[in-house]
């Protein structure tokens, strides 16, 4: 099992209820293998939790990066959130745990 972490690094942000999360590859060929494995579907479950609100997933692939927007994801935003370490460059450190299956 590879943690994504090993194939990308992460970049984030946030506004309001909103954060947007990219998994950019370290190498532009593993472009294609997180296509395939990162889902918008795989990251709310593995983000989520007790947290409501849905991702929407966009592929850039000229960059080889796949960019996430959580919409809800943040409650009421960071500064009114009593959710501990919600904001986005938390989440982007969590999504970098997130296992990929193997590539057999």
């Not at 472009?31 to 479950?45: D, F, G, H, I, K």
Request: glycine content about 10%; proline content about 3%; overall charge negative.
């Amino acid at each position: 099992m590879v943690r994504l972490g090993e194939l990308a690094h992460a970049r984030a942000g946030d506004k309001g209820d909103t954060t947007t999360l990219s998994a950019i590859a370290r190498d532009p060929a593993d472009y294609e293998r997180l296509r395939r494995a990162v889902t918008a579907e795989r990251v709310e479950a593995h983000l989520c939790g007790d947290l409501a609100g849905r991702f929407t997933r966009f592929e850039l692939p000229g960059l080889a990066a796949l960019h996430f927007v959580g919409r809800g994801v943040l409650g009421s935003g960071v500064t009114t959130s009593l959710a501990l370490d919600s904001h986005g460059k938390s989440l982007s450190s969590a999504l970098l745990d997130l296992e990929l299956p193997d590539e057999s």
